[in-house]
């Protein structure tokens, strides 16, 4: 029994001594390997581990980044309202919908019925009065006061977005994020982006001044025409909406019936007169518009990094290749000139140019006053 005993342990260590020396049981011939420096499972397991986190953190700090680049974005708009854009005297009320044409989409039966209530249907609260406050929204059963809002806030908010992003940046949502308020909250005081939209251009028209009527025409005229453009250029995003909606609110109404006023006295039927006065805006826009262009190019230029004598060869190949051509000897001929049409340092210059060119054609429309009549 006991040489059973003996013969048992001996076989058990037998087994142990070839597990020791067998590769890939942890023995003694794995020893080498591990000092080799060959990763065992647990420690390659953790290296994609430490590199996932140190990915979510380097988002997670490229977030906070975004999130603080936003709020100083959304800080610098939000003081620009504050401002306390001024308007003119006599500027119209922007609440008074009842003075906006029914000719526009937009128009002021659609204004009442909407533009203080929630879009939504007619499970809604009823529309509220001027002055009112909207109800406040129930937040796990308990009520929280409405923000305290304007229409004319939400516009200047609206405006100032425009002016610092673009237009492509108007939306609810941005405005009421630069005025700390809920997005639904606006709707309690415009209808829908269209007619916010249709409220900004009306505003705007408010900043093109019309000179007081001075028996000169083309002087006056001359005045609007550098006041509009001026206005154009300072808010350059208008430019993307005024062709195709142009609004019909009381003080782009209030800005016709003044600048009409500037063509009183001289014999003029009101088709020529209201010609005259599209012919002169036209022209502003149209001018505005290549204005604009222009800066768009050379600002594409300056941000390409290409010099102005890296461009010279290029430009006289191309001008060689014209010549060669036999079709473009005016062109040619202009490019041989050196006159850049596009100079930022031309601008006015070319502008008063246009403007002289269009008064002395409409002056033949219009009949000089005749002697001693009033002014």
Known sequence: MYESQGDDSQR?????????????????????????GTPDRGRAGREPDRDRATQDRDRAAQ????AVQARDRAAQVRDRPAQNRERPPGAADLVSDDLW??????????????????????????????????PAA???????????LSRAE??????????????????MRRIAQVLRSGTMSLYWHVANKEQLLDLMLDVLITEVEVPEPSGDWQADLRALA????????????????????????????????????LLDGFGLDVPTAMNILMTVVTYVMGA????????????????????????????????????????????VRFLDAGFDP????????????????LLDGIAAKVPARPAGAAE
């Open 12 to 36: 058990e260590r037998s087994v142990r001594d070839q597990d020791r020396e067998t590769p890939g049981r942890g023995g003694a011939r794995d020893a080498p390997d591990r000092e080799r």
């Open 63 to 66: 977030a906070r980044d975004r």
């Open 101 to 134: 044409s029914p000719l526009w989409p937009t128009s002021s039966a659609d204004r009442g019925s909407r533009a203080r209530r929630p879009p939504g249907g007619a499970g809604h609260e009823p529309a509220l009065g001027q002055g009112a406050r909207a």
């Open 138 to 148: 129930s937040a796990r059963g308990r009520r929280r006061a409405a923000p305290s």
């Open 154 to 171: 939400i516009v200047d908010a609206a405006i100032a977005v425009a002016d610092a992003e673009g237009s492509d940046a108007i939306s």
């Open 226 to 261: 550098r006041n509009h453009r001026a206005m154009l250029l300072r808010h350059r995003w208008a430019m993307d909406f005024v062709g195709g909606r142009p609004p019909l609110g009381p003080n782009t109404l209030l800005n016709l019936d003044r600048s009409l006023a």
């Open 288 to 331: 505005a518009l290549r204005e604009m262009r222009e800066m768009r190019v050379q600002r594409d230029q300056e941000q390409s990094g290409i010099t102005a004598a890296e461009w010279e060869p290029v430009l006289t190949a191309w001008r060689d290749r014209l010549a060669a051509d036999g079709r473009f000897t005016r062109v």
């Open 342 to 357: 596009d100079a930022e340092e031309t601008r006015d210059e070319r502008f008063e140019f246009g403007l002289d060119c």
